[in-house]
């Protein structure tokens, strides 16, 4: 019995698959039914030129004057399909060339046999193709026949004819698409490394000289922020003392430090440097705002005087941040209009 199967395939012009599976006695399709399949670019005459060489795989021993594929090319095409599909997979198939050749031998058309045994190859390998997963449509088939002008033997014996009585087929090969460079991670800013960017672009001259403390390991960055400075005034003296605002200072290169990762964990569309420039920004504002909050402390809370002496000492003390020159000027500023640590402003 002769089994007929047909499924559909797009691009390429390839509009219908018909394959003949059965005896030798099995009528063949006819010429109408493969033309379709020998794709848009494939001659409709006999092609002609110099003979095609060194085909990637050859099918021969087809059925004389017929075009229908035989059980012992079925594992060869089985195996050409995964080939040209594992190619495919990786982008490497340029194209792939099906050319079918006739033994002259008797009268025929030959050039007909041998185009419709191209066409009945093409088809066949659609299928394989499509069973592994591959779009015909995204490869370049190239069908054609050559008739009886390409033998490879001579066709005065049964099996010269055999071999003459062929398809041939070409994978053009491509190199494969190059993988985009992995783009190199960028460095992680560090405190360091922002700091240092930070006192290269300000022109701002208490910026660059705090900033060149906190590069310096033996400074003493510790200072009392102007929020430091309310909180500790507003706590009970009971609970915090005279000189409990040590405990209210803040580690600038550490509380930088804290800024940064936060910048690190929670991104946004503005660059860390400068989210980092407009922190340390805020912190010299704080410390300054401190400075001038020391006369408006209350002159009769116990810890009004610690509190400014305080200041006047790290102001003259070279390592600490209140040292550079306009934090100094401005605390020598702010006692002297208070007549000294224990004044009350007017």
């Known amino acids: 019995m002769t089994r007929l199967r047909t499924t559909l395939i797009t691009g390429c012009a390839l509009t219908a698959l018909v394959a003949i599976e059965g005896t030798a006695t099995a009528e063949a399709p006819t010429s109408e039914q493969l033309a379709p399949l020998l794709g848009a670019d494939a001659p409709s005459e006999l092609a002609t030129g110099a003979c095609p060489k060194h085909p990637s ?46 033994a002259k031998y008797g009268k025929s058309d030959f050039a007909k046999t041998a185009r419709n045994r191209a066409a009945v190859v093409n088809a066949e390998l659609t299928s394989r193709l499509a ?129 940064l990762a936060t910048f690190h964990r929670v991104p946004t569309k503005q660059p860390i440097q400068k989210r980092f420039d407009k922190a340390f920004a805020n912190a010299q504002r704080s410390m300054l705002m401190a400075v001038n909050d020391l006369a408006n402390l209350d002159c009769y809370d116990k810890r009004t005087p610690s509190v400014r002496a305080y200041i006047v000492r790290q102001s003259k003390n070279p390592k600490s941040l209140y040292s550079c020159p306009v934090v100094r000027a401005q605390v020598k500023s702010v006692i002297k209009k208070l007549g000294g640590v224990r004044g009350c402003r007017a």
């Open 131 to 259: 069973d592994r997963g591959i779009d015909y449509s995204k490869l370049h088939f190239h069908v054609e026949g050559r008739s009886t002008d390409c033998p490879v033997a001579t066709n005065s014996t049964k099996a010269g004819r055999a071999k003459n009585r062929r398809v041939e087929l070409w994978i053009d090969r491509k190199a494969p698409p190059k993988k985009p460079k992995p783009r190199p991670k960028a460095k992680k800013l560090t405190v360091r490394d922002a700091i240092v960017r930070l006192k290269k672009t300000t022109s701002n001259p208490t910026t660059q000289c705090l900033t060149k403390k906190l590069l310096d390991a033996k400074q003493d960055h510790d200072y009392l922020p102007d929020d430091g400075l309310a909180t500790f005034m507003a706590q009970p003296i009971q609970k915090v003392g005279i000189t409990g605002y040590r405990s209210f200072e803040r580690n600038l290169k550490s509380w930088m430090d804290k800024r």
């Open 57 to 102: 795989k050859t099918l021969e021993d087809f059925p004389p004057y017929k075009y229908e594929i035989r059980a012992s090319h079925k594992g060869q095409l089985d195996a050409l399909a995964s080939s040209i599909a594992r190619a495919a997979k990786k982008g490497t198939v340029r194209r792939v060339r099906i050319v079918g050749h006739a």
